[in-house]
């Protein structure tokens, strides 16, 4: 690298320019990766891709490190548009029981939008595990739940409840029985009787974790009013 006459090394523009040009590429391609994947399944083959972006096979491996990484940064792209759709429903307006029916059926609605999406995450090469982006993000989901929930708790004057647990069950609960929903080639439930049962399953833990808690509450408050009681 070349110096300035004080010794300091001088930035390359060049290279600048090439990191700038080759993030915006792996961008564009991740795009096209996930457009690809909406229209023809979790299996796409990275011909498929080429063809798509009008590029040789080989040219698009230049952009990344190698084919774990790329479907890396799908994977990241996948659960950002998870969380984007999921983020806005953790603000609990109107009732309890709106409240409910809006996180779960932020749920159910992005997977039935995006099945292959989905199903991607899913496909044993792709899936990363426990300890995996998609594992984690659920957990990231489960204490941002927590937290309205304890936020609730210490209005009614329980601060600090022991409600952790609650909230990542009931993230695995609906997370689980949507998974087998979309597997299940003879679906017992239509998708808003799925969605009714789990906000009746949703409502029925909460209920009991509150009554333990010596809290009765009615799904029909509206969670200002208890939050400002």
Known sequence: MAERTGGEPQIDGRSTRWDGHKAQRQVE???????????????????RLAERVGLPRSVLYRHFKDRASFDELIRRRVVES?????????????TVEESVYRVV???????????????YMGVAEHSMGDGSLV????????????ERFS??????????????????????????AVNQWMRDPERELSEDELRAMLCR???????????????????QQRVADVEGA
Do not use: C, N
């Open 105 to 119: 059926g932020a749920h159910l609605d992005w997977v039935a939008q995006h099945p292959r999406l989905y199903a």
């Open 82 to 94: 998870f969380v984007k759709r999921m983020e806005p429903t953790l603000s609990f307006e109107g």
């Open 201 to 219: 399953s949703v409502w029925a833990v909460l209920e009991a974790a509150l009554r333990d808690f010596g809290v009765e509450l009615s799904p």
């Open 29 to 47: 391609l991740v795009d096209a990766a996930v457009a690809l994947i909406e229209e023809e399944g979790a299996h796409f083959r990275m011909q």
């Open 151 to 176: 936020d609730v708790l210490a209005a009614l004057g329980l601060k600090g409840a022991p409600i952790r647990s609650v909230a990542v069950g009931i993230v695995g609960f609906v997370d689980t």
């Open 135 to 146: 594992a984690d993000t659920k957990t990231a989901i489960a204490l941002m739940l927590s």
